[in-house]
């Protein structure tokens, strides 16, 4: 599986956009982009995964870049129940290697 | 619909003394995983299992940990004994399938060694 690298923190003000950086260089064509976050003394929670496109849902928005080597979540408007660590993961989309690998995360902390 | 339910939610014991952690998965779910999670890190796989199958145990200390899934439904995962480096949450999580499909985890199991 790919490695990612994630900057391991970032500062973001309440009701703003907060947009997270991943970079996954090493990236195969069959490997999704996948983010959870963890909240403090909780387990990790899906948010958002895709292949090349960008996409959407009702909790964040995912861009990935047309070579698919980074990608960028976005909170459209951060609230402080949204400081968590992000993990950015990239994952074999078929076969029998389905597990996780977690790396460092980014750790946002949303200011009022 | 109910997530992935895990118990107990913590648990503080002696080292060398026995831990179980019980999971039970999101309806339907059939592969299950465990992993264990470390203060400030990631959570790294410890196993994973199709149906009752354990299909990658690669990471379990196989010396002191055990884990089984009867009925490939529920799964316990077990440490004998325990030792001050044990002390973790231990994640649960499960999926519909293993290609792709979304991993859910379940709130953790804190166990602290003393």
């Known amino acids: 599986d790919a490695k990612t690298t994630q900057p391991p923190s970032m500062d973001c003000a309440e009701g703003r956009a907060a947009n997270l950086p991943c970079n996954h260089s090493?990236?195969?064509?069959?490997?999704?982009v996948y983010w959870y976050r963890q909240i403090h003394s909780q387990g990790p929670q899906y948010i958002i995964h895709?292949?090349?496109n960008n996409e959407t849902n009702e909790m964040a928005s995912l861009i990935i870049t047309e070579d698919r080597k980074s990608s960028t979540l976005i909170l459209p408007h951060a609230t402080l129940r949204d400081t968590a660590v992000y993990y950015c993961?990239?994952?074999?989309?078929?076969?029998?290697?389905?597990?996780?690998?977690f790396g460092q995360g980014t750790t946002l902390q949303v200011k009022p | 619909e109910a997530g992935v339910v895990q118990s107990p939610r913590y648990k503080i014991i002696e080292k060398k003394q026995p831990v179980a952690f019980w999971c039970n998965p999101i309806?339907?779910?059939?592969?299950l995983y465990w992993y264990r999670q470390n203060l400030g890190q990631g959570p790294e796989l410890l196993i994973r299992?199709?149906?009752?199958?354990?299909?990658?145990d690669s990471q379990l200390p196989k010396d002191r940990f055990s884990a089984e899934r009867l009925k490939g439904v529920d799964s316990t995962l077990k440490i004998q004994p325990a030792e001050l480096g044990d002390s973790a949450v231990y994640l649960c999580?499960?999926?519909?399938?293993?290609?792709?499909?979304?991993?859910?985890f379940g709130e953790g199991s804190w166990l602290t060694v003393v």
């Open positions: 999580a499960s999926s519909l399938g293993i290609s792709g499909n979304t991993i859910y």
């Open positions: 090493t990236i195969s064509g069959n490997e999704y």
């Open positions: 895709g292949l090349k």
């Open positions: 993961i990239v994952r074999v989309a078929s076969g029998n290697t389905g597990k996780l690998i």
């Open positions: 309806s339907g779910h059939n592969t």
């Open positions: 299992y199709e149906n009752e199958e354990a299909v990658d």
